[in-house]
């Protein structure tokens, strides 16, 4: 059976393309910025080595059509800046769930919301997705504003059992979101 092609997209600043081996020390440098992984709820790995399994578990899990993860990459800047990845629901084929992680150095520039507003793009245009959710925790605030901008709608505040987290459930369907997208075509950035 042939493979599936890794779905390339651009912005005007970025190109999200498929992760790759070279991708390990910059995603071991986001992972164990304590901040950072507290804020996106994500484990700290102990050393480098989990890197060959987040890159082949990327990679599986594209190969079963339960994810997209793109690494995020800026003109001129050698390493990935980033991931965004859309997690496709188990039992709803139409759904996903959109998550996303940049670099510190990289924070508020609007490159989160650029990033973000292509791959919605991507998921109401070309997968033809019902509906995209995220989860933040309460405190995010960057990514909650992301959210907002973008459209979602609030659908229910959570406590994560795993870590005692406030967290928010938001959810942006496909006809709101394809609206949106294509009244105003640029981010804001
Ligand atoms: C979330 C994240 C990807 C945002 O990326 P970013 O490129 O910095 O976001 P943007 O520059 O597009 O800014 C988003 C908005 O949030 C605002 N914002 C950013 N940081 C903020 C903060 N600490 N407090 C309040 N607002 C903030 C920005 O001003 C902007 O709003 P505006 O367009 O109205 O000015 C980045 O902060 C990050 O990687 N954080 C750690 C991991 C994480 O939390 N991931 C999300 C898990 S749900």
Not at 120 to 133: K, N, P
Not at 174 to 183: K, P, T
Request: glycine share 6%; with cysteine.
């Amino acid at each position: 059976m042939e493979a599936v092609r890794f779905p390339r997209l651009s912005t005007p600043r970025l190109v999200l393309r498929a992760p790759s081996e070279r991708d390990i020390p910059a995603w071991f440098a986001r992972a164990t910025d304590v901040e950072s992984a507290s804020l996106a709820g994500d484990p700290v790995p102990d050393d480098i080595s989990a890197g060959e399994r987040w890159l082949a578990r990327s990679r599986q899990r594209f190969a079963d059509g339960k994810a997209i993860k793109w690494s995020i990459d800026q003109a001129g800047v050698s390493d990935a800046i980033g991931t965004i990845t859309l997690s496709f629901g188990a039992t709803d084929a139409k759904t996903a769930a959109m998550g996303f992680v940049l670099a510190r150095a990289h924070w508020r520039h609007g490159l989160g919301s650029e990033a973000a507003r292509e791959v919605l793009r991507y998921a109401f245009e070309t997968l033809a997705l019902e509906r995209v959710t995220a989860e933040a925790a309460a405190r995010n605030f960057a990514s909650l504003r992301i959210l907002a901008k973008l459209g979602f709608n609030h659908i229910e505040s959570f406590i994560d059992e795993a870590d005692g987290e406030r967290c928010e459930r938001l959810a942006l369907d496909g006809d709101i979101g394809s609206s949106l997208l294509a009244s105003n075509p640029m981010p804001d950035c």
